[in-house]
C-alpha cells in the first residue's frame, strides 16, 4: 500500500500532494565516485525505478550501507587476489549494478561506488515506494512489508543477476533526482548481518520511514 504521512515531514509522506510529493524531486543523483560512506549517505532521499520486463516500480532510497574495498572484512571485495568473478562490478566503474544472492535465497542490489579499482559498493537495503505498489506485491506474494531489505527491494523491483553490472544510469533499472534529506532525519548505525567489522557505523536510514529493514 502507499505509503503513510508520518511525523518526519519528507515531501513523499504527504498523501495530499501530487505523485512526487509537494515538489518535483531537485536534487540530482550524486556523485558516486567519492568516498562510498558518504555516497551511502547521499543516495538517501533519491529514486530508483525499475521497468523490468516492462512494470514500473518506482521508491525512494530509505535505508543504505556502505561497503569498502580491501580494508573491509566485511566486504565481497576484500579477497586476497582481488576481483573475481561474483565481485568483479565492484570493481568499477561507479554507477553500476552489483548483483549477488545472499544465502543462496535472495537477490541483494548494491550500486558500486568509489574510485575505480578499488571495490567499493552502497547496499541498498530500504525502498520506500511511490509507484507500482500492484506490480511489487504480484511479485512479493503480499501486499505487506514491499521493499523493507535487502532481498524484498530486489524482489519488488524485479532484480535478478541478469542485471548485473548494469548502468544505473538507463533503464531498466535507474537512479534519479529525488529529494534532499536533513541531517536529523537520518540515523547512523553498525551494518545488519555481519560478524566482521561488525562495529563500524556504515548504516544510514530515514528515521520513521516504513521503507526500513525491521
Known amino acids: 500500500m502507499p505509503p503513510a504521512t508520518d511525523e518526519t515531514g519528507l515531501p513523499w509522506h504527504d ?70 568473478p561474483r565481485n568483479r562490478a565492484m570493481f568499477g566503474p561507479p554507477g553500476r549494478a552489483y548483483v549477488y544472492r545472499s544465502y543462496g535465497i535472495h537477490w541483494c542490489l548494491n550500486v558500486v561506488a568509489g574510485p575505480e579499482g578499488e571495490g567499493g559498493a552502497v547496499l541498498l537495503r530500504g525502498l520506500e515506494l511511490v509507484a507500482g505498489f500492484d506490480t511489487a506485491a504480484r511479485r512479493r506474494g503480499r501486499r505487506d512489508h514491499p521493499a523493507d531489505g535487502p532481498g524484498r527491494l530486489a524482489q519488488a523491483l524485479g532484480v535478478t543477476d541478469g542485471l548485473y553490472g548494469h548502468d544505473l544510469a538507463a533503464p531498466p533499472l535507474e537512479l534519479l533526482p529525488g529529494w534532499s534529506v536533513p541531517d536529523a532525519a537520518v540515523a547512523v548505525t553498525p551494518r545488519v548481518g555481519i560478524r566482521k567489522a561488525a562495529d563500524r557505523l556504515l548504516r544510514y536510514h530515514v528515521r520513521g520511514s516504513p521503507g526500513v529493514s525491521r
Open 15 to 84: 498523501a495530499g500532494a501530487p505523485r512526487f510529493g509537494v515538489q518535483a524531486p531537485r536534487r540530482p543523483v550524486p556523485a558516486l565516485h567519492g568516498p562510498v560512506p558518504a555516497v551511502a549517505r547521499d543516495l538517501l532521499g533519491i529514486r530508483l525505478r525499475s521497468s523490468v520486463d516492462g512494470e514500473v516500480v518506482e521508491g525512494v532510497i530509505v535505508e543504505t550501507e556502505a561497503y569498502l574495498g580491501a580494508d573491509d572484512p566485511a566486504s565481497h571485495a576484500a579477497t586476497r587476489g582481488g576481483p573475481t
